[in-house]
């Protein structure tokens, strides 16, 4: 599966990495994407961020929402720079990365300047020629990819090799992301997918969707979609976004935060088996201090408390 990535990687760019460039793919990418806007993504990236970063994982937020990028205001941070200045030379890639709740790293995106949104090829490329580089120093990125079937969206899921696709029950959000699944296994055949449906009002309702959304793929496109459960509608959640912080952190009791909570230990566990812990060292993200840490314990006791409990399961 990773040296399969690191191909994708390299057709992508349409040459090979020369020797020393290429990254070493001990990290996870998944890219969260949708069909229809306005389905959870955002909320998703940030929070599954900041509850595996409470795990122990390394995560890097990539948000690739190019044109309306806002992970940065949910994650209540201002950078100075974004992934523009980034590709406009003006600043290497690692330096506009900046640190979010928990230690979350966060590439930003740059919010405002559509002409990113469908960025040149060659552009998109060094994009992701660079951000392969990146990843050889966390263990988990997740990529905020915006909505719809553009370019850009399809780049990075294909890149990244393993999507998970955000909908609500709504009629047209499934079909969207019927259609964002379709075309994305059409162009990268091996790309791994997993479903999460949003904004439910009961178990059932959940189940229905992922029932749908599975078979319909199961027998038109011979694919098996991995159902990653479901986030009930939660009044909190809107709530955490008004006050700007994610809502695992604001709300960490919420029936939201409880599910994410949940979603986040299980892609860890499984990114964990797949690495074969320990992990290896030499990250130019810092190690939080044992006294950081400390701060960050006193600070989100709920995660911390299941971070605990989940180390004691821990394969080191
Ligand atoms: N589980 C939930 N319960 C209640 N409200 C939710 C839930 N998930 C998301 N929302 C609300 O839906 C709105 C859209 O969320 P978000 O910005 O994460 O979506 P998005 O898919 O990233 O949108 P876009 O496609 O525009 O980038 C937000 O206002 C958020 O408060
Ligand atoms: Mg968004």
Redesign the pocket.
Known sequence: MIEGQVADLRNLFGRPLPRQEQPRRRCRSIAIS?GK????????VVNLAVVLSGLGARVLVVDA?LS?A?ADV?MGVRPAQNVADALAGRRGLEEVVTTGPLGVALLPGASGLTHLADLPPAQRTCLLDRLAQLEASVDMVLI?T??GIGATVRDFAAAAGEVLV?TTPEPSAIADAYALVKVVHQEAPRTRFGLVV??VSSRGEAAEVARKVTSVARRFLGLEITDRGH?????M??QA?MRQMPVVIAYPHSP?SLALTSLGEQLWRESKQAMGYPRQAASHFQEPSPRATQQRTAQHPFIFSRVRAAASRRML
């Open positions: 949708s806007g306005g389905v959870g993504k955002t909320n998703l929402d309306l806002n949910l905020d915006g909505a955000v949003n904004q986030l009930p509608a939660d009044p959640l809107p976004v939201a």
